[in-house]
Structure formats: C-alpha cells, structure tokens
C-alpha cells in the first residue's frame, strides 16, 4: 500500500510506502506496476542504483529530448533529492523543490518528465534507486548547474563532491537560449 501526495511543483509527487519491521530487521515493497495511476506516469522502463559517499552531488540532470520520469527512493543512508521544473509552459517553471529521503522512513520522490533531477549525500554514505520511464541515452543527457544563483537552491553541503560533468553544468539562462 502505497499513499501518494502532490508536492509544491506541478505534477512533482511524494511517495509514501509502508515499511514493515520485526526484530529480524524490515521489509518495504517499493513498486508494483499498478501504482502508475496513482503517479499519472508513463510505465517503467529502466531500474538504476547509485552509491555515493558523503558530501557528493550527483546532478541536476535531465534528457532532452526523451525526457525521463523517475521514482528515487534510498535503500541505505539519506540523502538531500532536489527537482528543478524545467517544463517552460508550466507555472512553477524554473522553481525547485527538496525533500530527504532516508533508508528508515519509506519516503520516495516522484519526478515527472521535464524536470532537472539531482541529490545530495547527508550520510556517511548512501545507496539510491530509481525507476525510469525513459532508457538513458547518452546524446541527450545534460545537466543543470547545480549552484546556479538564479535558482537559490539551498544544499545541505558546504564543499560538494562532482563530477566533471556536474562542475561543468549549463546555467538556466543557458539552457534557455538553447531551446
């Protein structure tokens, strides 16, 4: 059983999963196909994991075209799960939203396609999992800057760990000029 809530951001959703627990450990189910209603989604067509250690930010990522939805949850440690709305017809357009998601509280993050997706590791480390409803296709793939002053996103990381790829993100007005 699942409980399903709308975020602040236009079809961004919050996902609620029961998670059962005895002195053997606990046992949460995360998806069954028949939630995609509950979601508005498109089917699930990709399962990615990601482990990351502490102070790293993976993102703000997206695919244009070919956008992705995606479901993140936590399977170990917790994280800091950030969307960008990057839909231009949309009235929350260039606004975020964040949420911590923990491996203890059965907290997923619906993010609809069309948005920037992207995190940060609060844990020592942590392990995310997340549904697709695009396959990756890497000449698609971008990134939004994820410091970028006109979006004010506020992580909970003094001096983040990144890639190359998220060092070098496009800022929004970029991004923009682009389309």
């Not at 809530?5 to 606990?26: M, N, Y």
């Not at 993010?111 to 995310?128: K, Q, R």
């Not at 396959?135 to 996103?153: A, F, H, K, M, V």
Request: charge should be negative; aromatic fraction near 10%; hydrophobic fraction near 35%.
């Amino acid at each position: 059983m699942i409980r399903v809530s709308d975020a602040t951001l236009d079809g961004l959703k919050f996902v609620e999963t029961r998670i059962h627990r005895d002195d053997r450990g606990q046992f949460q189910e995360l998806w069954r196909d028949s939630y995609s209603g509950l979601l508005g989604c498109r089917p699930f067509v990709q399962d990615n994991a990601s482990w990351s250690r502490k102070g790293v930010i993976r993102g703000l990522h997206f695919q244009d075209p070919h956008p992705q939805g995606k479901l993140v949850c936590v399977l170990h440690g917790s994280i800091f799960d950030v969307a960008v709305d990057l839909r231009r017809d949309s009235d929350t357009y260039g606004q975020w939203e964040g949420i911590e998601l923990r491996d203890d509280d059965g907290k997923q993050l619906y993010v609809p396609e069309g948005f920037a997706h992207g995190f940060a590791v609060m844990s020592e480390s942590a392990l995310v999992y997340y549904k697709c409803t695009d396959y990756y296709r890497p000449e698609c793939s971008q990134t939004l800057r994820w410091d970028d002053r006109r979006l004010g996103i506020v992580w909970p990381v003094d001096t983040p760990v990144l890639s190359e790829q998220d060092r070098a993100g496009l800022l929004l007005e970029t991004i923009e000029q682009g389309r």
